[in-house]
């Protein structure tokens, strides 16, 4: 039962009780407990969950039915090998956001289309909590640790201590675990420097890691290991091309509506943000400023507002020519991120209409 006014929290609510409804098998990964409220630790609401391949496409046609029923927006669907990402945001009339990205895993976890868990072994272990079916313990902090470590180098200071006690907790699954993926060797480098709490200490052992994972993968997965992996270069490529984060480029006119509208839409925008200023007079100027500053930010979803100087030269996909900061402005600043924009474009340049 819903227990929230906020359009988000009854839409996910919505959402997760429909695909109950519809026998959709999924396992929510993280971050679940204050489901269906974003967690109270953090700035934003992002929700990683596993959906079974075969039910992929009818979750997605749940999501975008149900965020129009809702009278939400569907901001952007990034595919990635992985994980097709869906932003859906509340825009009030006020111009104020609130919204939450849903991260839906496919095919298992894996590192650049290499296997350690197939989505079978992961939700045949699912459990109830709530009304929203999560992984298993065992699952969802090994995954906190191994995911951060073979795709940043690092481990998340708040995921730790839970880490460390479903170590202790679960030893001998913990330690079969490792000893079939990474080899006996390396399982028990691995194991002591969990005996003695040094997580940090397990990341030098990353290329090792990697170079048993690519192998169990291939031996255990092999069909699906190669399709992955193809598809993993297909849409990390598309993504060089065709980036998708925002940038919005703000004339002299309209530069005062950057602070507030940057605010609300950095809610749905989740990688990293920058407002920037550009004064370059000429085509080559804006493509060095544009793929030195703005790329490394766009290519990874997130967020550049740029402020340009009076006669700039710079390439935007779409003017906009506006009155007032709004929810108007926020909507065509986030629905602006629903085209694909080549690399080396802006997605939107503003200025003031005039009277």
Known sequence: MNTSNNPISVFVQDLFDSLNNDGVQYAILRNYESLPEKPLDTDYFDLDLLVASKQLDFYIESVYRLAKKHNLKVIKKIEREYCKTIRVAYISTAGHVTSVQLDSHLAGQNWWGFFYLTEAQILIDRSLYKSFFVVSDFHRHLFNWLDKLLFGNYVKEKYKPDILRI??????????????????????????????????????????????????????????????????????????????????????????????????????????????????????????FYFLKVFPIVRKGGLAFIKVAKNSQFIAKQNLKTKCLGSDLVGEVLASNNTDILAGSGNLYITIMSD
Request: proline share 3%; net charge negative.
């Open 167 to 288: 170590f202790n907790e679960c030893n001998q699954e913990f330690s079969s675990f490792l000893t079939k993926v990474f080899g006996r060797p390396l399982s028990e480098k691995l194991q002591l420097r969990f005996e003695s709490n040094d997580l940090e200490g397990t990341l030098i052992y990353r290329g090792e890691m990697i170079n048993k994972l690519r192998k169990y993968s291939l031996l255990n997965f092999p069909l699906l290991t190669g399709i992955s992996i193809l598809k993993f270069y297909y849409y990390e490529l598309r993504l060089y091309l065709f980036p998708p984060g925002i940038s919005c480029l703000f004339d002299e006119s309209s530069s005062h509506f950057i602070e507030d509208s940057f605010g609300e839409c950095k809610k749905v925008i989740l990688g990293d943000q920058a407002i920037l200023t550009y004064d370059g007079v000429s085509s080559f100027a804006w493509l060095k």
